[in-house]
């Protein structure tokens, strides 16, 4: 058997780790995000927040928090481009009343 190559141990199958998955992505070009329980699509693989609520509808001041594979959730900053790939999750964020 001939010696492993070092660039080879840490092989991706699919490209380098950043590269897009294509399955997150379908024939037309479309890329999706949930938000709640909803499926939401955008022909780009980039998105801003405020793109995000003219697609869903509502006050993009209200927020949007990520929420990550193990559970948690972290503040999205509402000038970051969001990546679509792979297809990330959102919950709108929670409004206070103050009384």
Known sequence: MPP??????????????????????????????????QTYTHDRPRITV???FEIIGGDPNQGLVRCMPDG????VDPDEPIRLV??????????FKRG
Do not use: I, M
């Open 50 to 52: 405020a793109e995000v």
């Open 86 to 95: 792979p297809r990330p999750r959102f919950r709108l964020r929670p409004r």
């Open 4 to 37: 492993k190559h070092p660039d080879h141990e840490h092989h991706h199958p699919h490209g380098p780790p950043n590269w897009h998955d294509p399955c997150d992505e379908d024939s037309r070009g479309q890329f999706y995000f949930d938000v709640g329980d």
């Open 72 to 75: 948690t959730v972290e503040s």
